[in-house]
C-alpha cells in the first residue's frame, strides 16, 4: 500500500533538492586565485569571460613581460599582471626584460610589485612548454635582469620548476651558481628571492606532498601554485582533485597565490578535456565557473557526459540515503 501523497512528495523533493544542490557544491571563494592567461587566436572572446563580474580572480600572467591588451582597461590593483621572463636569450647579456619592466613601472606608470622567472627550466621545450636552461646560463641572466628589479622593492619568484625531482635539483644548482655571481672578495653572499612558485600535474596526494617538500626546502618563503592540475582524467577525479586541493591550498598560509592550469575549451586541452575550464563551445564548465567563484553550471566539458557529474561523493551518500527513503515510502 502506498504512504501518503504528502510524504512522497516530500520526499521526491528531498532528492531533488539534494540533486540540484549537490550541483552548486565547490570551494569558497578565495582572493589567491589567478589566471594563467593562455589565449587561443580562433576564440579571443574566451578572453573577456575570466574578468566578467562576479569573478574571484585577482592577479594573472602569461608567461610575457608585458600585459594582455585584452585587459588594458582593468586596473592593476583589480586584476594584478605578473610579468615572466620566461626563458634565456640568446645573448645571456640581454637586459630586454629589465628594460620593459621598468619602463611598465617608470614611463607607463603601472604599479608592478611582483615578477616571476623562468618556465620549467629543468623541463624539455616544445610540448612540454618548459625553457630547458643550464643552471648557469639562468643564473647570469637573473643577475642581468632580476637583481636590477629588487633593487627597485619588486618581489621576486625562484624560477618555476617541474614537479619533477629535477626541479629541486635545478634550483639548488641554480642558487649555488647565483651566489658565485654575486659573492666578491671572498665573502658568500646569497641570490634572494621572495616566493617560490610552483607546478603540479598528478593527484592531491603528491601535491601535498610536493608543496611539503617546497617549504621544508625553502622554510619562511610563501608559495605560489602557478600550474596545477590533474591531468587526462575521468570527470569525477579531476572535480575531486580540483575541489581537494583548492580547499587545501585556501587554508595554507604558506601558500600565497595559486593559478589552475585550465584556462581554454576542452576540445584543444592538452591537460585533457575534463581539466578545462571550458566546453569546447566555449561555456563554463562546473569547474571553471568554481574557480570564478560562481555556482556549478551543470555543463559538461564532453557532451556526451551527463550532467549529474556534479554530485559531489558526499553528497551522493545523502542523495542515496534520500532515494532509498523514498522508496521505503512507497512501501510496495
Known amino acids: 500500500m502506498l504512504s501518503s501523497p504528502a510524504a512522497i512528495g516530500a520526499a521526491l523533493l528531498t532528492v531533488l533538492h539534494l540533486l540540484v544542490g549537490s550541483a552548486v557544491a565547490g570551494p569558497l571563494t578565495s582572493p589567491k586565485r589567478g589566471l594563467v592567461y593562455v ?52 645573448n645571456l647579456s640581454d637586459t630586454t626584460f629589465l628594460k620593459t619592466v621598468r619602463s611598465l613601472v617608470k614611463d607607463k606608470g603601472i604599479n608592478i610589485s611582483h615578477v616571476m622567472a623562468f618556465n620549467e627550466p629543468d623541463g624539455s621545450m616544445g610540448a612540454h612548454g618548459g625553457s630547458n636552461i643550464d643552471p648557469d646560463k639562468a643564473a647570469q641572466v637573473w643577475v642581468k635582469n632580476i637583481i636590477p628589479l629588487q633593487e627597485m622593492n619588486l618581489r621576486v619568484g625562484l624560477p618555476a620548476c617541474t614537479g619533477a625531482p629535477s626541479g629541486l635539483q635545478w634550483l639548488k644548482a641554480f642558487l649555488d651558481s647565483c651566489s658565485k655571481l654575486v659573492s666578491t672578495d671572498g665573502k658568500t653572499t646569497n641570490c634572494t628571492f621572495d616566493f617560490v612558485p610552483i607546478h603540479w600535474y598528478g593527484n592531491f596526494d603528491g601535491l601535498a606532498s610536493h608543496l611539503g617538500e617546497y617549504s621544508a626546502e625553502f622554510p619562511n618563503k610563501t608559495m605560489w601554485v602557478t600550474e596545477f592540475n590533474f591531468d587526462n ?37 592538452n591537460v585533457g578535456p575534463n581539466g578545462a575550464m571550458l566546453t569546447a563551445e566555449g561555456n563554463l564548465t562546473d569547474i571553471g565557473a568554481w574557480y570564478l567563484g560562481r555556482p556549478a553550471t551543470g555543463v559538461s566539458p564532453k557532451p556526451t557526459s551527463l550532467a549529474l557529474h556534479t554530485v559531489a561523493p558526499q553528497a551522493t551518500v545523502a542523495l542515496l540515503g534520500a532515494i532509498f527513503a523514498t522508496v521505503s515510502l512507497l512501501n510496495f
Open 39 to 90: 589565449p587561443n587566436n580562433s576564440t579571443r572572446q574566451d578572453d573577456y569571460i575570466w574578468t566578467q563580474q562576479p569573478s574571484d580572480l585577482t592577479w594573472y600572467y602569461n608567461y610575457e613581460a608585458s600585459p594582455s591588451p585584452v585587459y588594458s582597461n582593468i586596473s592593476q590593483s583589480s586584476f594584478e599582471f605578473v610579468p615572466m621572463l620566461w626563458g634565456a636569450p640568446d
Open 233 to 269: 582524467q575521468d570527470l569525477e577525479t579531476t572535480q575531486a582533485f580540483y575541489n581537494m586541493s583548492t580547499e587545501y591550498m585556501d587554508r595554507l598560509d604558506s601558500v600565497g597565490r595559486y593559478s589552475l592550469f585550465g584556462a581554454f575549451r576542452s576540445d584543444v586541452s
